[in-house]
């Protein structure tokens, strides 16, 4: 296929994803709240870190998550239907086994973890255990799909991918409706609801990939291919370590709040995660519509393709993000305060923080999606893995200092996460045959630009020009966009793209 119409496809499904996108922001805006505002500040934080500790042993099942990813499109790039069938039969395999094990660690050390060193407020351990319990089935869930989700965006099938996860979004919104109203315990009833969802999520995956994929008919998942399995096992534990890492700055980070604080500041968390959350979607529907054409073009020897996908992935992600986020940033409190009304205190410093690092976010995924594609995973993960992981013992010592202030944790999350990016770079750009000099030159040095220029007005006129919440919001962002825009333009693009842009503008 030409890369006149690969890029086509890539187009396509990033319009497809953008609108499942859209509707479902829209979706988790009002559900946030209402979930917010039934269970109420306490139970709304007890919910987020007794789930997070099963999140937190996702480390074991994103890493499997990842490796189906690879190895799936792997094969497509290559094209040998039977080592395709082959590969998917044998992660099927291996997600089951490792489901065993999550529910093992789950019902032992994680069960002692709950019931003994997070901080629940009297009265409501019960419920906290229900969330517990119901959240290993949820995640065991998630796990066994995960190769089935795998499939569809490895074959790109991006409109299915944006129907199902619309319908989960749909029932998830019903839930938010009959957790008004329902007479039992609403945190519980809530848990139970959304185990239901990831059952029902389940059942479709394996139905709509049954009909569509050859590979998934008629598995037979006794034949091992012991060769295969362990190529398999071995790329899924290398990874494990950078899983690690990722959970533990996610729900670690959330947990050591819990620890030293109190489950109001885990709601703030939740809460600014949640904005976190919908913002890297822009960033991520980009860029998984480009993924599995990174993966291919290297499978298939064609590294210029890959080196140009890796440029245009990470900077216009940044020119997305940096678009979006900084409206955000400034204006934080009042978008909290018409969102939901009130909210826990650190919620705005919290929101600006993680809002930043999800800028940085824009710059790793290219690179690690680049390094999957190799599969040369070791002194990679070794480096990477290790240098993110410091983020929770650091976190941990600097919050033992008396009268440390929580948002603390995000400022050293974020500076860990630029050296990490540079030792990204270091490690993985020789591997593909790319010249540093030619990302920093085509990727760094633009966005740098864009990211000193563009905020110098909008910000001056947010301190300088008196103005009611709703005149400066959208002041604000129209400037905001203006500056973005013209800044992009002027500084960001190549004088190749600058020409497609104009000539776009005058049709």
Same mark, same amino acid.
């Given at each position: 296929?030409?890369?006149?119409?690969?890029?086509? &496809?890539?187009?396509? $499904?990033?319009?497809?994803?953008?609108? &499942?996108?859209?509707?479902?922001?829209?979706?988790?805006?009002? @559900?946030?709240?209402?979930?917010?505002?039934?269970?109420?500040?306490?139970?709304?934080?007890?919910?987020?870190?007794?789930?997070?500790?099963?999140?937190?042993?996702?480390?074991?099942?994103?890493?499997?998550?990842?490796?189906?990813?690879?190895?799936?499109?792997?094969?497509?790039?290559?094209?040998?239907?039977? +080592?395709?069938?082959?590969?998917?039969?044998?992660?099927?395999?291996?997600?089951?086994?490792?489901?065993?094990?999550?529910?093992?660690?789950?019902?032992?050390?994680?069960?002692?973890?709950?019931?003994?060193?997070?901080?629940?407020?009297? !009265?409501?351990?019960?419920?906290?255990?229900? /969330?517990?319990?119901?959240?290993?089935?949820?995640?065991?869930?998630?796990?066994?799909?995960?190769?089935?989700?795998?499939?569809?965006?490895?074959?790109?099938?991006?409109?299915?991918?944006?129907?199902?996860?619309?319908?989960?979004?749909?029932?998830?919104?019903?839930?938010?409706?009959?957790?008004?109203?329902?007479?039992?315990?609403?945190?519980?009833?809530?848990?139970?609801?959304?185990?239901?969802?990831?059952?029902?999520?389940?059942?479709?995956? %394996?139905?709509?990939?049954?009909?569509?994929?050859?590979?998934?008919?008629?598995?037979?998942?006794?034949?091992?291919?012991?060769?295969?399995?362990?190529?398999?096992?071995?790329?899924?534990?290398?990874?494990? $370590?950078?899983?690690?890492?990722?959970?533990?700055?996610?729900? !670690?980070?959330?947990?050591?709040?819990?620890?030293?604080?109190?489950?109001? /500041?885990?709601?703030? &968390?939740?809460?600014? /995660?949640?904005?976190?959350?919908?913002?890297?979607?822009?960033?991520?529907?980009?860029?998984?519509?480009?993924?599995?054409?990174?993966?291919?073009?290297?499978?298939?020897?064609?590294? +210029?393709?890959?080196?140009?996908?890796?440029?245009?992935?990470?900077?216009?992600?940044?020119?997305?993000?940096?678009?979006?986020?900084?409206?955000?940033?400034?204006?934080?409190? @009042?978008?909290?305060?018409?969102?939901?009304?009130?909210?826990?205190?650190?919620?705005?410093?919290?929101?600006?923080?993680?809002?930043? =690092?999800?800028?940085?976010?824009?710059?790793?995924?290219?690179?690690?999606?680049?390094?999957?594609?190799? !599969?040369?995973?070791?002194?990679?993960?070794?480096?990477?893995? @290790?240098?993110?992981?410091?983020?929770?013992?650091?976190?941990?010592?600097?919050?033992?200092? *008396? !009268?440390?202030?929580? +948002?603390? =944790?995000?400022?050293?999350?974020?500076?860990?996460?630029?050296?990490?990016?540079?030792?990204?770079?270091?490690?993985?750009?020789?591997? %593909?045959?790319?010249?540093?000099?030619?990302?920093?030159?085509? /990727?760094?040095?633009?966005?740098?630009?864009?990211?000193?220029?563009?905020?110098?007005?909008?910000?001056? %006129?947010?301190?300088?020009? *008196?103005?009611?919440?709703?005149?400066?919001?959208?002041?604000?962002?129209?400037?905001?966009?203006?500056?973005?825009?013209?800044?992009?333009?002027?500084?960001?693009?190549?004088?190749?793209?600058?020409?497609?842009?104009?000539?776009?503008?005058?049709?």
């Amino acid at each position: 296929m030409s890369n006149a119409n690969e890029n086509k &496809r890539i187009a396509k $499904n990033s319009i497809l994803l953008y609108i &499942r996108m859209f509707i479902m922001v829209m979706i988790s805006l009002y @559900t946030s709240r209402i979930v917010l505002k039934t269970l109420g500040v306490e139970d709304f934080g007890i919910n987020n870190v007794v789930g997070g500790v099963i999140t937190f042993l996702g480390f074991l099942t994103g890493s499997l998550a990842g490796a189906s990813a690879r190895f799936i499109t792997f094969s497509l790039g290559k094209g040998d239907m039977k +080592e395709l069938k082959n590969t998917f039969g044998n992660i099927v395999k291996i997600h089951l086994l490792f489901s065993v094990i999550v529910l093992i660690i789950s019902e032992t050390l994680g069960l002692w973890f709950v019931m003994t060193q997070l901080n629940i407020p009297e !009265g409501r351990e019960t419920a906290a255990m229900w /969330v517990y319990q119901l959240s290993i089935l949820t995640a065991i869930g998630g796990f066994v799909c995960s190769p089935y989700n795998a499939a569809i965006i490895a074959h790109e099938k991006m409109s299915a991918f944006a129907y199902l996860t619309l319908a989960d979004a749909i029932l998830k919104l019903v839930a938010v409706f009959m957790l008004v109203y329902t007479p039992f315990d609403k945190l519980i009833f809530y848990a139970v609801y959304i185990c239901i969802i990831q059952m029902f999520d389940f059942v479709v995956y %394996i139905i709509y990939c049954n009909r569509k994929f050859e590979e998934t008919k008629g598995l037979h998942i006794r034949n091992t291919d012991k060769k295969l399995f362990k190529e398999i096992f071995s790329y899924a534990g290398w990874t494990m $370590n950078g899983n690690l890492a990722v959970f533990g700055y996610t729900q !670690g980070l959330n947990i050591l709040l819990n620890i030293f604080f109190t489950p109001a /500041v885990n709601a703030a &968390r939740g809460i600014a /995660v949640q904005v976190q959350n919908i913002v890297n979607n822009f960033c991520v529907n980009f860029q998984m519509a480009i993924n599995p054409q990174l993966t291919k073009s290297y499978a298939s020897g064609n590294l +210029e393709r890959m080196h140009t996908l890796i440029i245009a992935s990470s900077k216009y992600s940044f020119f997305l993000l940096f678009l979006i986020c900084l409206p955000l940033i400034i204006e934080a409190e @009042t978008v909290l305060k018409w969102w939901l009304g009130e909210f826990p205190e650190h919620t705005v410093n919290f929101l600006r923080l993680v809002l930043a =690092v999800s800028i940085l976010y824009c710059f790793s995924n290219p690179i690690i999606t680049a390094v999957h594609a190799t !599969g040369r995973l070791k002194k990679f993960q070794i480096y990477e893995g @290790t240098s993110l992981l410091m983020i929770v013992p650091i976190a941990y010592a600097t919050l033992k200092i *008396p !009268g440390m202030k929580p +948002e603390i =944790v995000f400022i050293i999350h974020m500076v860990i996460e630029i050296l990490t990016q540079y030792i990204r770079l270091k490690i993985v750009l020789p591997m %593909i045959g790319m010249d540093i000099k030619r990302y920093l030159r085509e /990727v760094m040095v633009p966005v740098l630009k864009v990211a000193m220029a563009a905020p110098v007005i909008p910000l001056a %006129i947010y301190i300088q020009v *008196p103005m009611g919440e709703t005149a400066s919001f959208l002041a604000i962002g129209i400037v905001c966009v203006v500056s973005v825009g013209m800044c992009t333009y002027v500084m960001g693009c190549t004088q190749k793209e600058k020409s497609v842009i104009t000539s776009k503008l005058r049709k």
